[in-house]
T-cell receptor
Framework: DTEVTQTPKHLVMGMTNKKSLKCEQH?????MYWYKQKAKKPPELMFV???????INESVPSRFSPECPNSSLLNLHLHALQPEDSALYLC?????????????FGQGTRLTVV | AQRVTQPEKLLSVFKGAPVELKCNYS??????LFWYVQYSRQRLQLLLR??SRESIKGFTADLNKGETSFHLKKPFAQEEDSAMYYC???????????FGSGTKLNVKP
């Protein structure tokens, strides 16, 4: 299995809602990532997890809360989002956080905040 | 600060023509450079990386440290090459990818 699976594929939420995005990989990768991609823009890194511990937070607002329950799962908890947070959220994984390691990306969750 | 520049938003070529997608970078050190591709309705996937020095689907890319470039080339474009191409840079300690703005390649029949 060489896939990164993200659920749901699409999500519409109100500004007062709480929702979670899920990401799963069974490749034994020990590094997992969340990226945000706005329309016609490149992906931008949000968080990096290494061995289930948060290694990098790219100054992401606290309304985004990542969680790594185990080595195969990565969640992104969403609360009190703004319409400008609407974007494609991509999960990725790699064998390690060592520079130069190939990252495998999921299909993404298209989030719309209304 | 690290930066990846892809000057062309859109590149249209005819089938069989050579294609070159430009990528320039700035980084204070020795970065790892990659090309990622996103076909229509598919996930972002690795095309090639400079450390491998390999040719994938007929594409090659050479890292030119003097010109800080990592241009992607293919001698004869195919229609199935039509996609969004992102040049990406990975820095020292962590596998943080910095993506260029992307170039949409359109190969016409």
């Amino acid at each position: 299995d060489t896939e990164v699976t993200q659920t749901p594929k699409h999500l519409v939420m109100g500004m007062t809602n709480k929702k979670s995005l899920k990401c799963e990989q069974h490749m034994g990768h020990r590094a997992m990532y969340w990226y945000k991609q706005k329309a016609k823009k490149p992906p931008e890194l949000m968080f990096v997890y290494s061995y289930e511990k948060l290694s990098i937070n790219e100054s992401v607002p606290s309304r985004f809360s990542p969680e790594c329950p185990n080595s195969s799962l990565l969640n992104l908890h969403l609360h009190a989002l703004q319409p400008e947070d609407s974007a494609l959220y991509l999960c990725a994984s790699s064998q390690a956080v060592t520079s130069g390691t190939e990252a495998f990306f999921g299909q993404g969750t298209r989030l719309t905040v209304v | 600060a690290q930066r990846v520049t892809q000057p062309e938003k859109l590149l249209s070529v005819f089938k069989g023509a050579p294609v070159e997608l430009k990528c320039n970078y700035s980084y204070s050190g020795s970065p790892e450079l990659f090309w990622y591709v996103q076909y229509s309705r598919q996930r972002l996937q690795l095309l090639l990386r400079h450390i491998s020095r390999e040719s994938i689907k007929g594409f090659t890319a050479d890292l030119n440290k003097g010109e800080t470039s990592f241009h992607l080339k293919k001698p004869f474009a195919q229609e199935e090459d039509s996609a969004m191409y992102y040049c990406a840079l990975s820095g020292h300690n962590f596998n943080k990818f910095y993506f260029g703005s992307g170039t949409k390649l359109n190969v016409k029949p």
